[in-house]
């Protein structure tokens, strides 16, 4: 069995603005450990028997791809360049048909380049419990084993009893209200979209024929007609950008009966916020969470992070501040989610 990391790095991380923007998003930062958060989610399978990554990100990030996960591992990377941002379906068909050439029957591991798992053996024993249903020719997908009733993210629905370790996907759900969300957590039958799969390169191709039929031809094109330039391939831009972009989600997962769940409890976080962090982040006595050289004075309950400067905050409660080289955020906590705005305006003044 050839299992195959699939990363996916095409995200912009604009709610973690300033220090994600541009060049450099949020899976190219060091904001958990002193490993970038890709790098993080190549080594978190470095104990597992795994083929050369595939990597699959935009034009612009090619290089530090390449610079980063050849710092942490010997196995050159595939990475595939997408002309254009078409969703996560277009992208893994694609990296899928890098993998076929790889191992016919590979088995890949979908993994988008900017989650936190803090249970790093749990999570790999989990990718192997799947591995085993994705070889029987199920497509796999990891549901987060929820700890709150959480309004900030999509959900699946497991359906009978579990099987090796996997339970029949029923469905998924949009990211619910409050007392929805409730529901879902009382019912045990409810766990967080991961956005994580596992399933054999060739079985998910022939789903998105089956399901999306479009998608899959002009992928699969994108690829055949695909340029190597040096160590990068560029996907053929005239089939790609004809594809109608859409998540794996809609395209195939929704669709398919061969669906299941690996419900998965290993500290899961994929940090979409300065407020996820600062809770996943350790704390002082103060329940301040800070990085850098920092003065906090009469502060509590805070995300203080510096940069090349030193930031002092004195009797300041639920905020959050973080300094880079040529902006600076200050923000209430309950505010933060707002951050993206700021984004949009700077992108707006060019």
Request: aromatic share 8%; with cysteine.
């Amino acid at each position: 069995m050839t299992i195959i990391p699939v990363i996916l790095s095409g995200g912009a991380g604009t709610r973690l603005w300033p220090l994600s923007w541009g060049d450099h998003p949020k899976q190219f930062l060091p904001l958990v450990s002193n490993n970038t958060m890709i790098q993080e989610t190549l080594l978190r399978l470095k104990d597992l028997d795994i083929g050369s990554p595939i990597v699959s990100c935009g034009e612009g990030h090619r290089f530090l791809v390449a610079q980063q996960l050849g710092e942490i591992s010997d196995k050159k990377p595939t990475i595939i360049l997408e002309p254009m941002a078409k969703n996560t379906a277009p992208a893994i068909a694609a990296a899928c048909c890098a993998a076929i050439k790889q191992d016919k029957d590979a088995i890949v591991v979908v993994l988008p380049s900017d989650h936190v798992i803090a249970d790093v053996k749990t999570f790999q024993n989990a990718v192997m419990t799947a591995a085993k249903n994705a070889e029987k020719g199920s497509l796999v997908t990891f549901g987060i084993v929820p700890t709150f009733a959480a309004t900030g993210y999509g959900y699946v629905k497991a359906a009978g009893a579990e099987t090796d370790g996997a339970f029949t996907l029923e469905k998924f759900v949009e990211k619910p209200c409050l007392e929805k969300a409730q529901e879902y957590l009382a019912s045990g039958e409810y766990a967080w979209n991961s956005g994580m799969f596992v399933f054999k390169a060739s079985t998910f191709i022939e789903e998105l024929k089956v399901h999306s039929p479009e998608m899959a031809k002009l992928s699969i094109e994108s690829f055949e007609k695909a340029v190597i330039d040096s160590d990068f391939i560029r996907l053929d831009k005239d089939a790609f950008g004809q594809i109608k972009g859409d998540s794996i989600d809609y395209a195939v997962m929704e669709k398919t009966k061969l669906g299941k769940i690996v419900k998965l409890n290993a500290g899961w976080d994929d940090v979409g916020s300065w407020s996820a962090l600062y809770d996943i982040s350790e704390k002082d006595e103060n329940k301040n969470a800070v990085k850098g050289d920092v003065i906090a004075l009469d502060t509590k309950n805070s995300y203080i992070r510096g940069g090349k400067r030193t930031i002092a905050t004195i009797g300041l409660d639920n905020v959050v501040v973080v300094d880079s080289d040529d902006s600076l955020l200050i923000a209430r906590m309950d505010s933060i989610q707002d951050v993206k705005k700021v984004a949009e305006v700077m992108k707006a003044r060019g």
